[in-house]
């Protein structure tokens, strides 16, 4: 099945650092979404995104809407330790609740 | 408010066998998607229950079939297991229409 191009696909970094993120596709999507997911876990929700151009935040976490309608990024700032783990973004057509989602980033962030 | 509860968290079959995973939705949600998420991959969406009818399918073989029952709580099906089945399974709930999901932790299935 489909599935978005994340970059980076992992990454380390150091404590406090930000951390850039995005997503590509080669379909356009009504609603982008970002989720991150700890080992042994699902994903948990981040941040939705309904409007091209949208920029929303949650804490220290920025997402874009990409204006094309093909992307998103996402940004975190000033990393902390339980900032690891996987990002995914997903894309929603509006069609039966069915979310595409990307590859994945993973975070690592040391100390 | 209790959330997406799975069972069982691992389950290990062999090769040509059937599984039955099960999933609680969220209280208050009414529709049920399942998601097959193999090693290293993002989530890839199998079908979704609502009003106790598959509402939407994924590129997935008819050995995967689902159930949903009157309480929302739903049950994933597949028949003649293949190795290439194993993965972690992932139950989602939400209200009618909505792309906010919500996950639970999966189920972890290995097939020998």
């Known amino acids: 099945g489909q599935q978005l191009n994340q970059s980076p696909q992992s990454m380390f970094i150091q404590e406090g650092e930000d951390v850039s993120m995005n997503c590509t596709s080669s379909s356009i999507f009504n609603t982008w979404l970002w989720y991150k997911q700890d080992p042994g876990e699902g994903p948990v929700l981040l941040i939705a995104l309904y409007k091209a151009g949208e920029l929303t935040s949650n804490g220290r976490l920025t997402a874009q809407f990409g204006i094309t309608r093909k992307d998103s990024f996402l940004n975190i700032s000033a990393s902390i330790p339980s900032d690891v783990g996987i990002y995914f973004c997903a894309g929603y057509t509006g069609t039966a609740s069915k979310l595409t989602f990307g590859t994945g980033t993973r975070l690592q962030v040391t100390l | 408010e209790t959330g997406v509860t799975q069972s069982p968290t691992h389950l290990i079959k062999t090769r040509g066998q059937q599984v039955t995973l099960r999933c609680s939705s969220q209280?208050?949600?009414?529709?049920v998607s399942w998601y097959q998420q193999a090693l290293g991959q993002g989530p890839q969406f199998i079908f979704q229950y609502y009003r106790e009818e598959e509402n939407g399918r994924g590129n997935f073989p008819p050995r995967f079939s689902g159930l949903q029952f009157p309480n929302y709580s739903s049950e994933l099906n597949v028949n003649a297991l293949e190795l290439d089945d194993s993965a972690l399974y992932l139950c989602a709930s939400s209200w009618t229409g909505s792309e906010k999901l919500f996950f639970g932790s999966g189920t972890q299935l290995s097939v020998l």
């Open positions: 209280s208050g949600h009414n529709t």
